[in-house]
């Protein structure tokens, strides 16, 4: 099973619409991340969680909300989809206890908003 | 500022030989780490090499080593023998903010290899 999952993985929506992308990892890691990914751009950090309890904005935290449910759970929440929120969602997770390592990707999530 | 910059939109190589990636990274945090990503037309990323700032030789995993050159801000990744394969695009990321407890990862707009038959 993969350590860090994604739900959905592709979905389809309009705009207006809320929607709510999930992430859950078996990892153990304490922090948790919200990246979003657009042709040309990169991977740009939206929300990062270093445990429960705290939670930052990134650099386009805008027309997102998070929620850290538990240590392992981690949503994303686009109140009112706009079709510029179309892109590649990935999560991630991290150990604060070994930053040599990598952070552990999700397979990511396909939004498009019509 | 771009932190990360990656100068490359593409690139092509013929298989078996090897090739240079560049970036280039901009902080003033004595302490960082570079790390290199690989995205396939899959689209999942993965990881494939780390190189910490007081690491003192290069890193190398298989394939792939990081041509570390503190003084000019560079981290170039260096595939050797690429295989057809390695076609995909490729992240180069900073993590900074390791002294103040806030460590997040910058990454770069990418460089997306083809690897010619």
């Known amino acids: 099973d993969a350590d860090v999952t994604q739900t959905p993985r592709n979905r389809i929506t309009k705009t207006g619409k809320r929607i709510m992308l999930e992430c859950s990892q078996t990892?153990?890691?304490?922090?948790m991340y919200w990246y979003r990914q657009d042709p040309g751009l990169g991977l740009r950090l939206i929300y990062y969680?270093?445990?429960?309890?705290?939670?930052n904005k990134g650099e386009i935290s805008d027309g997102y909300s998070v929620s850290r449910q538990a240590q392992a759970k981690f949503s994303l929440s686009l109140e009112s989809a706009i079709p510029n929120q179309t892109a590649l969602y990935f999560c991630a997770t991290s150990d604060r206890r070994r930053l040599q390592e990598t952070q552990y990707f999700g397979p990511g999530t396909r939004l498009l908003v019509l | 500022a771009q932190k990360i910059t990656q100068t490359q939109p593409g690139m092509f190589v013929q298989e078996k030989e090897a090739v240079t990636l560049d970036c280039t990274y901009d902080?003033?945090?004595?302490?960082?780490?570079l790390f290199w990503y690989k995205q396939p037309s899959s689209g999942e990323m993965i990881f494939l090499i780390y190189q910490g700032s007081y690491d003192q030789q290069n890193a190398t995993e298989g394939r792939y080593s990081l041509n570390f050159q503190k003084a000019r801000k560079s981290a170039n990744l260096v595939i050797s023998a690429s295989q057809l394969g390695d076609s995909a695009m490729y992240f180069c990321?900073?993590?900074?903010?390791?002294?103040?407890?806030?460590?997040?990862?910058?990454f770069g707009k990418g460089t997306k290899l083809t690897v010619n038959p």
């Open positions: 969680s270093f445990d429960v309890k705290d939670i």
């Open positions: 990892k153990g890691h304490d922090r």
């Open positions: 902080t003033s945090d004595p302490s960082y780490g």
């Open positions: 990321a900073m993590r900074e903010g390791s002294q103040g407890g806030s460590e997040k990862l910058v």
